[in-house]
């Protein structure tokens, strides 16, 4: 998110016509689109274009309170030892027990999509057409990386998406609760001790096929680019120590959080009441791959994001997917960092 909010810095000169990287970060979002409303289209053939209704349910039936009885005549003999006294009160007839809820089975999604109507679609257009024109578009002159990602420019990245994700949340908060909409009350908390870990060892493993298999390198040869994020090669080439800093925090704590919120929080459900589950999840994985602006990192960065959107399926919360979001950032900043030092040694692709 950083490149792509940096690469809209204007520059003097008139825009260059796009490039291979360009074309291919614009197939992917226009990709996005065409399956969603494909999918979209496909579920209004078939009628699944609706909402399902709330599960009603059924309350046990009402027991009416009995008569009273006229009080019962005298004994003729009194009453024997242990019987039933006529005098005593009438007893009513026990309660029957509470219907029990069936249970859910296992595996069952959790995402809710009843929150979403028709008034969202302008919102998911606004949310894919913003970073469609920060990441998307050719830029002009080259811009010195220094002044691309001046303390001005990262600052403004954080401002932008934090008010992003405080646009999502208040165009959702008038229909439900947050922690009920984000499952923040995750009562399996401690599994994020152990999803996070494993989904990082397992992008790593992801990262480093790719990486051996050539797949790197050929990409930097078809397409002339440097594998290298711009924001990542910055870590390690920043002089100014207020600019080290701003880029950890909007990388280890603000995208985390937002983007979370904003792609799995908001798009991910929205999407998915349109173009269901499967729809959503391609959906909304190639826009967050393509919004970071990187060609190299794209297959990496969507497989990372239908993980998240399975992760949030099965766990119900956010929680999730930002403690993985989080791991991985600071993973990669703190590698990057150990390489400005020396400590480490990072290998390019032949």
């Not at 970073?131 to 220094?146: C, D, H």
């Not at 594998?227 to 985390?256: F, G, H, N, R, T």
Request: charged letters at 10%; one cysteine or more.
């Amino acid at each position: 998110m950083l490149t792509a909010f940096a690469s809209s810095v204007p520059s003097a000169s008139v825009p260059a016509a796009p490039d291979g990287a360009s074309m291919v970060i614009m197939g992917t979002f226009l990709a996005a689109a065409l399956l969603f409303l494909a999918f979209w289209l496909i579920r209004i053939a078939l009628g699944l274009d609706r909402i399902a209704p709330l599960p009603q349910v059924e309350l046990p039936p009402a027991v009416e309170a009995p008569c009273e009885s006229p009080a019962p005549p005298l004994p003729l003999a009194p009453a024997a030892w242990g019987s039933e006294s006529p005098y005593a009160p009438p007893t009513s007839p026990p309660l029957p027990l509470p219907v029990p809820e069936p249970a859910a089975p296992l595996g069952r999604f959790r995402v809710p999509v009843s929150y979403y109507r028709l008034i969202d679609l302008p919102l998911i257009g606004l949310v894919f057409l913003v970073y469609f024109a920060l990441t998307a578009m050719p830029g002009g002159e080259e811009i010195p990386l220094e002044k691309k990602f001046g303390p001005e420019v990262l600052v403004a990245s954080i401002f932008f998406q934090l008010v992003l994700m405080g646009m999502v949340v208040a165009f959702v908060l008038w229909r439900v609760k947050l922690a009920e909409w984000l499952g923040l009350r995750w009562k399996m908390w401690p599994l994020a001790f152990a999803i996070a870990p494993l989904t990082v060892f397992f992008m790593w493993c992801l990262m480093g096929t790719l990486h051996i298999s050539g797949w790197n390198g050929w990409l930097e040869r078809s397409l002339g680019i440097d594998s290298m994020q711009e924001a990542v090669k910055l870590l390690q080439e920043a002089k100014d120590p207020l600019v080290i800093i701003l880029m950890a925090i909007a990388a280890v704590i603000v995208a985390p959080l937002a983007e979370e919120v904003i792609f799995r929080g908001y798009l991910y459900p929205a999407a998915k009441r349109f173009c269901g589950t499967a729809g959503a999840i391609l959906f909304s994985s190639l826009v967050f791959a393509a919004a970071h602006g990187n060609v190299v990192a794209l297959l990496p960065l969507f497989a990372l994001a239908v993980i998240l959107c399975l992760l949030y399926e099965f766990t119900g919360s956010i929680w999730a997917c930002i403690s993985v979001h989080f791991l991985f950032n600071a993973a990669t900043v703190s590698i990057q960092l150990l390489a400005r030092s020396g400590i480490v040694e990072i290998p390019t692709p032949e």
